[in-house]
């Protein structure tokens, strides 16, 4: 691809660098190479590079530090001071492999940390005065950071009280529930044992903030360096990493277990249906790992590790042996050796179901896509677009009226699966264009002139359904093949990413690697009119209530996005379904909407959620808590009671997916969730009626 030319050349470039500079590596030496490798391919790839200079270190400084102690609880003015001295430093420090600001920070921010634990422990050593009338501020973007340690203490003595308050308040609301059957315990009961719950919390969460370590906080540094450049360029540990693949694939290569933290334990949370755990019938979840050995080497003790630490030892390619050495709650200490397979997330994956249309004989085929998955480096692996033209044929054999694709939340993946999926509704053409820097723009087409469905299609997306989603969705509108339905706009995600492995960079050193991963913007996508969806989105062409709709969500949320461009339009068409009478369809849907009382009290919840987020300064008494706690319950309660019934009808498997999903108790309930789910959902109710329209009106 395109992209082969300008990355080897960055290769060349860092590799003659480490090579020069550290003919030998020790650990100091490998975050400067750290930083600097990552500098570098940001420079030399990204497509809007940054000038390293004193505007871009106080940028750096800024983030950083609001990250770090995003709700000022650690840090006050005086630390912040002391950082000041560095805030023009930081590209100097950066590309001198020097670390005097990040291990500075670093520093106050531990003595933060013991310091606000001996607070915590402090103040909830005594009770609280709940009929005290006072308040406290949780926005931090309305407050700066304590001005010394007596007010920061005096923060924390409100947070917490808020904490219990908060507690008590709920305690109440359950014995009032309870009614005179349950047991009735006084308000001083309830807050003593609410400060015994909060610090319980609290002695959790600082041990795992004490353990921290250094290369995660470091993460969080090069992290804040790259976001400079955009959002969605950022630095991956190995750990990370394999996250994100497991997003977008699917799956991974480990015993099929997911785990949690429990104190100073790392505990089996829950076990995957199917994998090489599940098939030893001897783990079980809540077994607290003790012990993990690689193959028939020595057992490491893993007692007071973090979670992402005991994954990774864990996880493992195929075939591999691994032993935990668990200990269940009986007391019994256990040995259980596994072989690691490929474990596969099927709730990651397309999805269809039929539902009843309008009118008798009608049926509407519904197609659910997570993601826009890829699993392109196993032959027998999952693709999303195959996936969905599998569900198609489904859907097909039961002579469905029209066919309904989800994209909300929907959040992206890979751009040549939105291309092959686009080419299923359409004979030929171009799908999206793609530019990176300094070269021509590369126009990404449908070169398949087969169609995979010619009927009706509706294409449902919301403020969540972002980048690969955007695409599609914009493809189809642009050439009219499909009625695109949801939220005021997607979250406007106009850019596309790769990841640089950075021990590819680097010449020898396997001491030091696994370096982990850069993922940087290297392109910005257009739609095949000239737009970008780039902050803007895609707009609907009918738009449906949403709760959200008064809320800023999306790519202009973020700090540092790239701009709003546009290039030349293309020619395009297609042959395949034409929508006539969209005027007609879309004044139909708004009557409806205006005269469904449940989507109007959507409108009117969506108010009251704007209203809510404005108040970020809440009262400290129980009594004014207690009435404002009360008032947004009973509203939240009166929300949801709109959606406790069906609104619609006939939803089912198709006939082929049913022997398969009977067969897997735990993928029967989890597809009983499903078909709840979407029998529940207004959303898909009014699309139902707007593919009706379109089937009626284009016959």
Known sequence: MKLRGPIFFSVLLITLLVAAFY????SEQKDALLMLSVLKVMGQLHYQPQQLDDNFSQKVFDLYLDRIDSDRRFLTQKDIKQLEKYKTLLDDEAMAGNFDFFNTSLDLLTKGIEKTQGYYREILAQPFDLNKDESIELDSDKRDFAKNDADLKEYWRRYL?????????????AQKQAGEQGEQKSVEQLEKEARTKVKEAYDS??????KTKRNRRLSAYLDAVTNIF???SGYFEPYDKQNFDLSVNGRLEGIGARLGQAGDYVK???IVVGGPAWKTKELQEN?????????DGEPKDVTGMQVDEVVQLIRGPKGTKVKLTVKRSDGVVKDIPIIRDVIVFEETFAKSLILDGTTPNEKIGYINLPSFYSDYENETGHNCSEDVAKEIEKLKAENVSGIILDLRNNGGGYLHEVVNMSGLFIEKGPIVQVKSRGLRTEIKEDEDPRVQYNGPLVVMVNNYSASASEILAAAMQDYGRAIIVGSKSTFGKGTVQRFVDLDRLIVGHEEIKPMGEVKLTIQKYYRVDGGSVQLKGVTPDITLPDIYQFVEVGEKDYEYPLAWTEIEKLDYQQDVFKINNIDKIKTNSQKRIADNQIFQKIVDHAKVLEQQRSQTNYPLSLEKYTSLAESRDAQSKAFNELFKNSVNTGVVNTPM???????????????????????????????????????????
Request: glycine share 2%.
């Open 23 to 26: 003919p030998r590596v020790d």
């Open 161 to 173: 009280k808020y904490d219990v308050i908060n507690r008590v308040t709920d305690a109440l609301e």
């Open 205 to 210: 969460g600082f041990e795992r903030l004490i």
């Open 230 to 232: 955009d959002p969605h």
């Open 268 to 270: 089996i949370a829950s």
């Open 287 to 295: 077994d607290l790992v003790i012990k993990v050995t690689q193959g």
């Open 657 to 699: 997916d049913v022997a398969v999903l009977n067969a897997d108790e735990t993928a029967k309930a989890r597809n009983e969730e499903f078909i709840k789910t979407v029998s529940k959902d207004m959303h898909v109710y009014e699309t139902i009626r707007i593919m009706h329209d379109l089937i009626r009106m284009n016959n």
